[in-house]
Protein backbone atom coordinates (compact mmCIF):
# COMPACT_ATOMS: atom_id res chain seq x y z
CA UNK A 1 0.00 0.00 0.00
CA UNK A 2 1.03 3.76 -0.70
CA UNK A 3 -0.43 6.64 0.80
CA UNK A 4 -0.19 9.77 -0.80
CA UNK A 5 -1.29 13.56 0.66
CA UNK A 6 -1.41 16.60 -1.87
CA UNK A 7 -0.55 19.95 -1.02
CA UNK A 8 -0.09 24.06 -2.13
CA UNK A 9 -3.60 24.28 -4.55
CA UNK A 10 -4.55 27.72 -3.57
CA UNK A 11 -6.31 30.72 -5.77
CA UNK A 12 -3.53 32.86 -8.25
CA UNK A 13 -4.55 35.42 -10.89
CA UNK A 14 -3.62 34.56 -14.51
CA UNK A 15 0.30 34.73 -15.39
CA UNK A 16 1.19 33.35 -11.60
CA UNK A 17 2.52 30.24 -10.02
CA UNK A 18 2.39 27.62 -7.89
CA UNK A 19 4.35 24.30 -6.06
CA UNK A 20 2.53 21.32 -6.03
CA UNK A 21 3.57 18.67 -3.23
CA UNK A 22 2.63 14.90 -2.98
CA UNK A 23 4.37 13.24 0.01
CA UNK A 24 4.15 9.73 -0.45
CA UNK A 25 4.77 6.68 2.10
CA UNK A 26 4.43 3.02 2.41
CA UNK A 27 5.94 0.33 -0.08
CA UNK A 28 7.17 2.84 -2.51
CA UNK A 29 9.71 0.04 -3.89
CA UNK A 30 6.65 -1.06 -5.63
CA UNK A 31 6.19 1.79 -7.49
CA UNK A 32 7.75 2.61 -11.16
CA UNK A 33 6.01 6.11 -11.82
CA UNK A 34 4.53 9.17 -10.16
CA UNK A 35 1.73 11.58 -11.84
CA UNK A 36 0.22 14.02 -11.41
CA UNK A 37 -3.41 14.28 -12.80
CA UNK A 38 -5.80 16.99 -12.59
CA UNK A 39 -9.96 17.24 -13.27
CA UNK A 40 -12.05 20.30 -14.20
CA UNK A 41 -15.49 20.51 -13.68
CA UNK A 42 -17.11 18.75 -15.81
CA UNK A 43 -14.35 16.72 -17.49
CA UNK A 44 -12.45 13.70 -17.07
CA UNK A 45 -9.51 13.41 -15.21
CA UNK A 46 -6.31 13.67 -17.50
CA UNK A 47 -2.56 12.97 -17.11
CA UNK A 48 -0.62 16.29 -16.63
CA UNK A 49 2.99 15.20 -16.31
CA UNK A 50 4.42 11.82 -14.99
CA UNK A 51 7.96 11.07 -13.81
CA UNK A 52 9.55 7.71 -14.15
CA UNK A 53 11.57 6.44 -10.97
CA UNK A 54 14.63 6.45 -13.56
CA UNK A 55 14.04 10.23 -13.86
CA UNK A 56 12.33 10.73 -17.16
CA UNK A 57 9.60 13.20 -17.26
CA UNK A 58 6.89 13.66 -19.79
CA UNK A 59 4.06 15.88 -19.89
CA UNK A 60 0.86 16.59 -21.33
CA UNK A 61 1.28 19.01 -24.62
CA UNK A 62 -0.84 21.96 -22.81
CA UNK A 63 1.53 22.37 -19.94
CA UNK A 64 4.88 22.39 -21.98
CA UNK A 65 7.19 24.72 -20.83
CA UNK A 66 5.00 25.79 -18.08
CA UNK A 67 5.15 22.99 -15.75
CA UNK A 68 8.00 20.97 -14.23
CA UNK A 69 7.52 17.77 -12.33
CA UNK A 70 10.46 16.80 -10.34
CA UNK A 71 11.45 14.57 -6.56
CA UNK A 72 12.75 15.63 -4.02
CA UNK A 73 16.41 14.65 -3.23
CA UNK A 74 16.15 13.76 0.97
CA UNK A 75 12.31 12.04 1.30
CA UNK A 76 9.40 10.55 -0.80
CA UNK A 77 7.92 14.17 -2.18
CA UNK A 78 7.58 15.13 -5.80
CA UNK A 79 6.26 18.52 -6.99
CA UNK A 80 4.58 20.12 -9.67
CA UNK A 81 5.83 23.35 -10.54
CA UNK A 82 3.41 25.18 -12.33
CA UNK A 83 4.08 29.13 -13.77
CA UNK A 84 2.69 31.27 -16.01
CA UNK A 85 -0.95 29.70 -15.21
CA UNK A 86 -4.03 30.18 -17.17
CA UNK A 87 -7.76 29.63 -16.48
CA UNK A 88 -7.67 26.84 -18.41
CA UNK A 89 -5.61 24.88 -15.76
CA UNK A 90 -8.13 25.19 -13.01
CA UNK A 91 -8.95 22.03 -11.70
CA UNK A 92 -8.45 19.47 -8.76
CA UNK A 93 -4.92 18.28 -9.30
CA UNK A 94 -4.06 14.50 -7.98
CA UNK A 95 -1.09 12.95 -7.39
CA UNK A 96 -0.88 9.37 -8.45
CA UNK A 97 1.71 6.78 -7.71
CA UNK A 98 1.81 3.75 -10.36
CA UNK A 99 3.38 0.73 -10.19
CA UNK A 100 2.54 -3.39 -10.82
CA UNK A 101 -0.71 -2.37 -12.69
CA UNK A 102 -2.27 -0.53 -9.61
CA UNK A 103 -2.45 2.99 -8.89
CA UNK A 104 -2.53 4.81 -5.72
CA UNK A 105 -3.81 8.19 -5.45
CA UNK A 106 -4.08 10.99 -3.24
CA UNK A 107 -7.23 13.14 -2.09
CA UNK A 108 -6.40 16.08 -4.10
CA UNK A 109 -5.45 19.54 -4.15
CA UNK A 110 -7.75 22.74 -5.91
CA UNK A 111 -6.54 24.74 -8.78
CA UNK A 112 -7.81 27.94 -9.29
CA UNK A 113 -6.84 30.43 -12.23
CA UNK A 114 -8.41 33.56 -12.26
CA UNK A 115 -8.18 36.09 -15.62
Known amino acids: QVQLVESGGDWVQAGGSLRLSCRAS????????VDWFRQAPGKQRELVAALTMNGFPNYVDSVKGRFTISRSSTDNTWFLDMDKLEPADTAVYYCCAEGWGTRYWGQGTQVTVSS
Open 26 to 33: GDMDSISA
